[in-house]
């Protein structure tokens, strides 16, 4: 037991430990109740360290009870600190007399100063002064070359931590750095004098040794080769035999090894939530691009172009194969001439051709050829459609500022095609993020006072039911069970909005129940996304049909039937009213509803697309390629426009980036100003059908972000956090070491350096053969040019930029980083894995879109037989007058039909006029109409008079009359105020000019 004055002097020497100040901790020592013996002040600097590095072990020890050192520990110290002084001046001694012996070329002195330094004195041979001494003499000779200047301080550290200095003129002795301090650089040190003493030991020991076997060389060959060859033989019989008697365990042994080693690997990298670096390193080199990897994203942009431009050629195709069916209609009516059908024939049979082109950077006539100010421009528009791509908030918003009319037209073309129809997985998340926000945006601008009635509206089948109620239930639970059982089938996508619709209903009205947010998700899923296919599955490739077939009203009918049943259950809608006959299927549809309701429900269930794509706002930044769209010129003039429109409530912010790229644009361009000059002949005279064209013309836009990632630019931590682990990666790949900090603070050799260049020289060959739109960043390559030791100083700024951000702490060292690197190990291997199947589903796609370019081309086919068939019949015999081959009519000089005249009055009587603005029904009389037809096929001229005075002309073609009775126009406008009937005047005309 320590008395009580003792344990206070413990608490004093300790506290001056702990402090540093080697007089205070002497001090401390030397209080009267500390009773601590042998203190030599001189020592004060040495008893410091001595007992602060005792402390510290005991410190480190788990074991230990207490942390402060005790009297007992303190005493030991002290005592090992003098220990070391006694040392000290031993070697001290050795090292002066042995360099001024060598000095004043005493060689037969040398022996008697080694006798007083060497423990056994037996080891000192007389004989070998003379080597003793002459090697000496050349290691001082050896170390004295070159030394110009020196002092006359000996520097002696003893175990590998504590100096001890010592003053030869003087013989001044220290345990801290003198101030002037200045080595005698020309004298051999003790651990040199050792080391001599301790080689000689070795070698003459060696040579004894290798004498003695070269006396015995051949009884030693013998004896060796006679043990090892028992040795051996006795071992190899053994091992065999046991190999053998066990050969089935010793595979499954391996087996087991194998994947263990294989799945602990795994399981470190994967599982671990502070994977260490020294398994980072060993998987890094999954981060690289190989040739492979840049061959698949080559191949799947080439995959994306040809799929998208098919998708919009079919599209069009589309469109124009339904305007062929009306024509032909039309046409069987007698409505329009043959020679439009014709001419409809011909520009598909262009279209089948090929006509459509895109123009890409590559071509003649593309980006490249362009002028500067063109290029700029065109940049800037690259800039423009990124900025709204991957910021779906500017045209969730513009979507909203126009009319539903025009923001149908604008998805379907600009939206669809600015996302490259989601052929990828980055484009299919930015869109999920656009439909997101766009429905958010929509729900928070819903009124509160929704009623009933108006929350549960949803459309009927007209269809009546006619096949029996049994029939329908089954046929009906065979659609439901091939619905219910394929939900992992569902688009994620679809899912997806399911889900926001859900929550952003949820949130914006809290009272509403499950079922009833329910019934809103069922409507989308059911009603908008699978109804439309079962009532037409012919509209929707669900069944192949030729060209020409078609679906009987029958099948048609059922198909409705079913559909309605369906749609009533989805919303848990029972048939009354005027379904009252199907009343006994409502029970029916109640437990139908119950499997809708778990169907939905489920179908919400569904992660983020920041999970299910692993993709976040960063991406961009670290991907191999640049994302890339298909636009055509008429598509962009008209995003322009439609952006400078409503450009305040778009970007209301003047430092918004938006409005900064749309005042790089300036005005919106017409096409022949976007394509620069000489782009059309001004002479052409089809010049406004030439710029027609060219405004269909697609070019490719590769989008990037206006600001790239650079040191001198305001960027957030995550940007920094990945250029850091870039160079990371390229530092821990060619110096060793168990932590960042570790490396971070150790220098790179001279062969490290070496490693490193070679590396980079590597990676810059394999950039060059790099295509450009899958290169780097330019400041990632400068970067990557660092040397190493700039970029672990580079790498020590970030980190402390990163730490002040909160994204990493040195507390842990770093650990963090090197999570988030793990996690890039991890996703790459995703990432390859989901390219394969990107790849895979693009040629899936792409044959299924030319499968269905092919039924469009059968239908073409058809189209074409149908009209020669026509040509045939014109040729055999004469045509009605309605139908017409060369656009002027009738033969030259032949007679044209009578005009005809009609007062306002009597086409009032006829139902063909139906008001005059500003005049009343008993001035109709006062009105006459002149109708007579012109040298042109279905166009007439209408010339009208007040009172027998000429007013004013209009022409009427026929071609618009018919598009517009199809288009379910039933009342237009002749100059400007007069109301006519749309069917009667096309009645009027076809029965007077006609003859019909």
Not at 143 to 162: F, H, R
């Amino acid at each position: 037991m320590h008395s009580f004055p003792g344990v206070v002097a413990v608490g004093y020497i300790n506290e001056a430990i702990d402090e540093g100040d080697a007089l205070k901790t002497l001090d401390s020592l030397l209080l009267p109740t500390a009773k601590i013996k042998d203190i030599d002040p001189d020592s004060a600097q040495h008893y410091q360290d001595v007992l602060y590095h005792a402390k510290s072990q005991k410190f480190l020890d788990p074991h230990s009870a207490s942390k402060i050192l005790w009297l007992d520990e303190i005493q030991h110290a002290v005592n090992e600190a003098n220990k070391d002084k006694d040392k000290a001046k031993q070697w001290v001694t050795l090292v002066v007399d042995v360099n001024q012996f060598l000095e004043k070329e005493k060689q037969s002195d040398i022996l008697s100063v080694l006798k007083s330094a060497v423990p056994n004195t037996n080891d000192i041979i007389p004989e070998c002064a003379d080597r003793y001494y002459d090697a000496l003499v050349k290691a001082k000779d050896q170390k004295s070359n070159g030394v110009s200047a020196e002092g006359s301080w000996l520097k002696l550290t003893l175990q590998d931590k504590y100096d001890y200095y010592y003053n030869i003129d003087s013989q001044e002795s220290s345990w801290v750095p003198p101030e002037s301090f200045l080595p005698k650089e020309s004298w051999l040190t003790g651990k040199e004098i050792k080391a001599f003493w301790k080689g000689h030991q070795q070698r003459a020991s060696y040579m004894k040794r290798r004498q003695m076997f070269i006396d015995n060389i051949s009884a030693i060959v013998k004896i060796q080769s006679w043990f090892r060859m028992r040795r051996a033989r006795k071992n190899y019989l053994s091992r065999l035999q046991y190999f053998k008697d066990h050969n089935n365990e010793i595979v499954k042994i391996q087996s087991l090894l194998r994947a263990n080693k294989a799945r602990d690997d795994y399981k470190t990298l994967v599982g671990s939530e502070n994977p260490p670096l020294t398994v980072i390193r060993k998987f890094v080199h999954l981060l690289d691009q190989s040739d492979l990897d840049f061959q698949e994203e080559l191949e799947v942009a080439r995959l994306r172009e040809e799929v998208v431009t098919k998708i919009r050629g079919n599209q069009q195709l589309e469109k124009d194969l339904n305007l062929m069916d009306i024509k032909i209609g039309l046409l069987v009516k007698n409505r329009i001439t043959l020679e439009d059908v014709i001419s409809h024939r011909t520009k598909l049979n262009k279209k089948k051709g090929g006509e459509m082109e895109i123009l890409n950077s590559t071509d003649n006539q593309g980006i490249k050829s362009l002028s500067k100010e063109r290029r700029k421009t065109l940049e800037t528009y690259q800039q423009l459609f990124y900025l709204l791509q991957t910021n779906p908030l500017y045209l969730a918003k513009l979507i909203f500022q126009m009319p539903q009319n025009k923001s149908t037209k604008f998805m379907d073309t600009v939206i669809f095609t600015l996302y490259n129809y989601a052929s990828n997985q980055r484009e299919e998340y930015l869109l999920l993020k656009l439909f997101k926000t766009a429905l958010e945006e929509e729900i928070n601008n819903l009124p509160y006072d929704v009623t009933t009635e108006q929350a549960l509206t949803y459309p009927e089948v007209k269809n009546k039911l006619e096949a029996s109620i049994e029939n329908l239930r089954r046929v009906t639970d065979k659609v439901l069970n091939s619905i219910i059982s394929s939900l992992d089938l569902l688009p994620y996508g679809l899912r997806y909005i399911a889900k926001v619709l859900k929550n952003s209903i949820h949130e914006k009205f809290p009272d509403a129940t499950e079922d009833e947010l329910l019934k809103i998700v069922g409507n989308l899923l059911y009603y908008r996304y699978m109804n439309p296919a079962i009532v037409a599955p012919d509209g929707f490739d669900i069944i192949d049909m030729t060209a020409g077939g078609q679906i009987n009203s029958d099948q048609r009918r059922n198909l409705g039937s079913v559909a309605k049943v369906l749609q009533h259950a989805a919303s848990n809608k029972l048939f009354e009213g005027e379904n009252e006959h199907l009343a006994s299927m409502n029970n029916y549809l109640s437990e139908t509803y119950q499997e809708f309701r778990k169907y939905f429900k489920e179908a919400c269930n569904v992660p983020e697309p920041e999970e299910k794509f692993n993709m976040d706002k960063y991406t961009d930044v670290v991907t191999v390629s640049k994302p890339v769209i298909y636009i055509s010129i008429e598509e962009i003039i008209s995003t322009h426009s439609l952006l400078l429109e409503h450009q305040d409530a778009i970007a209301p912010e003047k430092t918004d980036l938006l409005n900064e790229l749309l005042e790089l644009l300036g005005e919106v361009p017409n096409v022949e100003s976007f394509l620069g000059e000489g782009a059309v002949d001004p002479n052409d005279p089809d010049r406004v059908n030439t710029l027609n064209q060219l405004s269909k013309t697609e070019i490719s836009l590769s989008l990037t972000s206006k600001y790239d990632i650079g040191d001198g630019e305001a960027i957030d931590g995550q940007s920094l956090m990945i250029k850091t682990k870039k160079l990371i990666i390229d530092v821990i790949r060619n110096q060793p070491g168990s932590t960042l900090t570790e490396i971070l603070e150790t220098p790179a050799t001279t062969k490290q350096e070496a490693d490193h260049a070679a590396d980079m020289v590597s990676r810059a060959i394999l950039d060059s053969r790099t295509p450009e739109d899958l290169k780097h960043s330019q400041s990632v390559v400068e970067d990557a040019q660092l040397p190493l030791e700039q970029k672990k100083r580079k790498i020590q700024r970030n980190l402390r930029t990163l730490e002040q951000t909160g994204h990493v702490s040195s507390k842990n060292k770093y650990q963090d980083i090197l999570n988030a690197m793990a996690k890039d190990i991890r996703n790459q291997r995703i990432h390859r894995k989901l390219r394969k199947a990107e790849l895979a589903k693009l040629q899936q796609t792409l044959n299924a879109l030319n499968k269905k370019a092919a039924f469009f081309e059968e239908q073409i086919n058809y189209y074409d037989t149908y009209i020669k068939t026509c040509l045939d019949n014109l040729k055999r015999k004469n045509s009605r007058r309605s139908i017409k081959l060369d656009g002027k009519g009738e033969p030259k000089g032949a007679r044209r039909a009578k005009p005809v005249r009609y007062t306002a009055a009597k086409l009032h009587e006829k139902g063909v006029l139906l008001d005059i603005d500003d005049l009343q029904t008993n001035q109709f009389k006062n009105v006459t109409f002149d109708i007579s037809s012109t040298e042109d096929v279905g166009i007439f001229d209408v010339r009208s008079k007040f009172l027998g005075v000429d007013m004013e002309k209009v022409q009427l073609n026929i071609q618009d009359l018919l598009q517009m009775q199809y288009e379910g126009v039933a009342v237009m406008k002749m100059f400007d105020k007069v109301k006519v009937n749309v069917n009667l005047l096309i009645y009027l005309l076809n029965k007077k000019f006609y003859g019909k």
